[in-house]
């Protein structure tokens, strides 16, 4: 399903942004992917902008049409695009995992960051758009993101980026196929197993207090669930606590 239809952009602003604008006067596929070889404004959470070379890396976005998925497993969305990649990214190079809630690491280094924009009506989902930034063949990164990493740095090696997109689209079909068959248990067990900093130490901050704790786990609706030095486990939804 996914990648069934791709279209294969120049220069766009954001492929999201695109996406959803060819939504406004037409219909598409469930599975359309939109990729750019120049996304000039790309769009991370919130106000992050995701920085990507002309030609360099993969920047996607695909369009989806989860109407069996109830509003309340809306987590379960982003569990199986990040499993999708972790699958692609761990043929490659060892030590993936998923940085609550969606952004893919390798060691402590980002690779990937996943934007999910959903529509919701008459309480189920219509439709979501969902983007991805993969870091393949960027070298030098010269924003302020504190950690990227590209394939490339990684393996030392060029990767032809149809290929890669094939590949990954087969991932993250795989994973879209369980998330609407209603396999929600293995996703969430596979996404426990991988997420980033899980049962280690670290210190962290909320409401701007510092504090030293350890990741136990992700809840139901997807708050982190992290253990404090007095044994008391919090649950924290997105944005509400942060890495120090």
């Known amino acids: 399903m996914i990648g069934s239809t791709i279209v294969h952009l120049d220069k766009v602003d954001s492929t999201n942004n695109y996406a959803a604008r060819e939504l406004l006067t037409k219909s598409l596929n469930e599975g359309t992917v939109f990729t750019a070889t120049c996304q000039q404004s790309g ?42 990649l972790v699958d692609f990214l761990s043929q490659h190079v060892q030590k993936v995992s998923i940085k609550w809630p969606n952004d893919i690491y390798v060691d402590d280094r980002k690779i990937a960051g996943i934007l999910i924009e959903t529509v919701i009506s008459a309480g189920k989902f219509s439709r979501a758009i969902i983007g991805i930034g993969l870091n393949i063949n960027q070298e030098i990164f010269v924003s302020d993101a504190p950690n990227p990493v590209s394939l490339k740095n990684l393996t030392e090696r060029n990767y032809d980026l149809e290929e890669v997109l094939d590949a990954l689209c087969d991932k993250l079909d795989k994973r879209y196929l369980s998330l609407i068959h209603g396999d929600f248990d293995t996703l969430n067990n596979d996404y426990q197993q991988v997420l980033y900093k899980r049962g280690i130490w670290a210190n962290f901050r909320a409401d701007e207090i510092d504090f030293e704790g350890r990741i136990t786990g992700v809840g139901k609706d997807g708050p982190l669930l992290i253990e404090t030095r007095a044994g008391e486990v919090q649950g924290f939804m997105f944005k509400e606590v942060v890495f120090k």
């Open 43 to 84: 769009r991370g959470t919130g106000i992050s902008q995701w920085e990507s070379s002309v030609g360099l890396n993969l920047t996607i976005s695909m369009v989806l049409y989860p109407r069996k998925i109830e509003v309340c497993n809306q987590f379960a969305i982003s569990q199986a695009i990040s499993l999708g």
